[in-house]
C-alpha cells in the first residue's frame, strides 16, 4: 500500500468512526476523489476488520482505541512493562544484532540492554536510538525516513528502503493489537509496510505485549499470530491463551511479579 493511499484510507476511516457511519457519496465528496475510489477503500478496509459495510456506505466498527502520545504512554503500566523487557532483555546475547521497534514496552527494553557489549542496535525510533546514546559497547544504526510525529517513529518508504538493507538476529517489536483470529494489527495505515518489512528482518520475531494488548482489532492488518517466534507478556494474561498460543508454535514468556 502506498503512503497517499494509505493516508487517503486512514482519514475514511477517521471520519467513519467520527459519524458512526458514512455513504460512499459523502466520502467522495469529501475527499475529492471518485466513488469507484471510495468502494474499493472501503472493500479494503471491511477486510481487515476496520469497518462494516452497509447499503451505500459503511458504518464504524467497535475497535481498539486510539493511543495517546508515546510519550504520555511511558507510565502506562509501567510495571508490567518493566518485567516484560527484563525477561525480553534476556533473549539478547552479547554480539548480537538486533532490531528494537517503537513503543513504550521496547523503549523499556532498550533500557535494559543499554550497558551491554559489542551489540549492534537497529531501530526506526527516535526514543529508542536515545536509549543508547551513552552507550559506548553498543552500535546504532537509525533508519531514516518520515517521523510520525506521535509515536517518534519513522516509517514510510525511505524506512523500508533502508531496512531491506539490514539483516539483524532477532526482531524485537510491540503491537497494538493481538488477536488468535484477526492477527496482529496496528492503528495507523500508512504504517503498515514498514511494519511488515521489519518483520521481514529476521526469522526470529520477539513481540512485547501486556495483557491489554490481547483480544484487540485495530484498522491495520499487518501479520498472522502465527509469524510470532516468542512472545513476551505479564502474568495477567488469561491462561487459556497462553495455551491456543503454544498450540500454534509460539515459545510464551511470562513475566511474573
Not at 210 to 216: A, Y
Request: contains cysteine; charged residues 25%.
Amino acid at each position: 500500500m502506498d503512503l497517499l493511499k494509505a493516508e487517503r484510507q486512514q482519514r475514511v476511516l477517521d471520519a467513519i468512526r467520527t459519524a458512526g457511519r458514512a455513504t460512499v457519496a459523502e466520502l467522495s465528496e469529501r475527499f475529492a476523489v471518485s466513488e469507484v475510489t471510495v468502494r474499493r477503500d472501503l472493500a479494503e478496509l471491511a477486510e481487515h476488520g476496520a469497518i462494516q459495510r452497509a447499503h451505500g456506505g459503511a458504518i464504524a466498527r467497535s475497535s481498539s482505541a486510539p493511543q495517546p502520545p508515546v510519550v504520555q504512554r511511558m507510565a502506562d503500566l509501567q510495571g508490567c512493562k518493566v518485567r516484560i523487557a527484563q525477561a525480553a532483555a534476556r533473549l539478547v546475547d552479547d554480539g548480537d544484532s538486533v532490531f528494537i521497534g517503537s513503543g513504550t514496552t521496547t523503549a523499556h527494553v532498550a533500557r535494559e540492554l543499554a550497558g551491554r557489549r559489542k551489540l549492534t542496535v537497529v531501530t526506526n525510533a527516535l526514543n529508542v536510538a536515545m536509549e543508547f546514546a551513552v552507550s559506548a559497547g553498543v552500535t546504532v544504526v537509525v533508519t531514516g525516513g518520515m517521523m510520525r510525529e506521535s509515536e517518534l517513529s519513522l516509517i514510510g518508504h525511505i524506512t523500508e528502503q533502508s531496512l531491506r538493507e539490514v539483516r539483524v538476529d532477532k526482531v524485537i517489536i510491540g503491537m497494538r493489537a493481538i488477536s488468535l483470529e484477526r492477527g496482529m494489527t496496528n492503528d495507523y495505515l500508512p504504517e503498515v509496510m514498514t511494519d511488515r518489512a521489519i518483520i521481514e528482518m529476521a526469522e526470529t520475531l520477539i513481540v512485547v505485549a501486556d495483557h491489554s494488548k490481547f483480544g484487540q482489532t485495530s484498522s491495520a492488518y499487518v501479520a498472522p499470530v502465527e509469524r510470532i517466534s516468542t512472545l513476551v507478556t505479564d502474568e495477567q494474561i488469561d491462561p487459556e491463551l497462553v495455551n491456543q498460543l503454544v498450540h500454534l508454535g509460539i515459545a510464551v514468556i511470562v513475566a511474573e511479579a
